[in-house]
């Protein structure tokens, strides 16, 4: 065969690249953490937007007359009702949803600013993408422990990809943590059907596979880290 032969079926069976979704950073408005996460993306070729996040303490009494702070407590046994900083980081992620809604995006990536990621997090997403069934609606890189489907993907950097099984309906299970995600456009509506009343911590929204009967997939181990606490939850508590 020709070389030229060659290169050109090479070419053709080689798997087409994939490009990352949107990714939206959610920060408060100012906060000098933005210089640090943009500088870690940035150094990896990384494109990314912020999202201007929900200070919980700005809120109006009239607004947090409608939070409904002991929700949380009876469903999930949570040992304290919502909290002014959860409240925000709460709002924050809903209006990343409503956002993707709005402007009818098919699916993007969420990261908190305190979110530490692997270096190799690009190509881990793309062979992530690659193998991931159409059925998907969330994919969680940074977590807590859940219970998964027997079957597992092998990507890139000896990860596995996993299914998630959603809890039995009166379960308290929860995937913790809303560090970093992949949302997709039928999984951030399903996602609003129980937003409001704000009643729950954002990772109970994305974690409460029983409520929300979300298709939910992961990273496993998790290919994304929390760092310090996001400073929209390191807020005092304080209702006037």
């Known amino acids: 065969m020709k070389i030229n032969s060659f290169i050109k079926l090479f ?3 080689s798997p087409m690249k994939i490009e990352l979704p949107k990714i939206f950073i959610i920060s408060l408005k100012n906060s000098p953490r933005r210089d640090v996460i943009a500088q870690r993306f940035n150094a990896l070729g990384i494109k990314f937007e912020f999202f201007d996040a929900i200070y919980g303490k700005d809120l109006s009494q009239e607004e947090l007359s409608k939070i409904d702070r002991e929700f949380a407590v009876k469903r999930f046994s949570t040992k304290k009702p919502l909290t002014l900083g959860e409240i925000g980081c709460a709002l924050s992620h809903i209006a990343v949803y409503e956002h993707i809604l709005k402007n009818n995006i098919e699916q993007a990536i969420i990261f908190e600013d305190d979110a530490i990621i692997h270096h190799e997090f690009k ?45 039995s309906k009166n379960s308290k299970r929860c995937i913790f943590r809303t560090t970093s995600y992949l949302i997709t456009l039928s999984g951030a509506k399903k996602l609003l059907n129980h937003a409001y009343p704000v009643r729950m911590p ?17 990273i496993e181990p998790p290919c994304v880290f929390c760092g310090v606490d996001s400073e929209i939850n390191a807020i005092e508590d304080r209702y006037n």
């Open 123 to 167: 190509k881990i997403v793309e062979e992530t993408l690659s193998k991931v069934p159409s059925r998907r609606e969330i994919i969680f890189f940074e977590h807590g422990k859940a219970k998964s489907w027997f079957c597992k993907r092998s990507i890139h950097e000896g990860y596995k990809l996993v299914r998630y099984r959603s809890p």
């Open 11 to 13: 070419s053709l069976e």
């Open 202 to 218: 954002s990772d109970y929204l994305t974690g409460g596979l029983q409520i929300t009967q979300i298709n939910a997939y992961g």
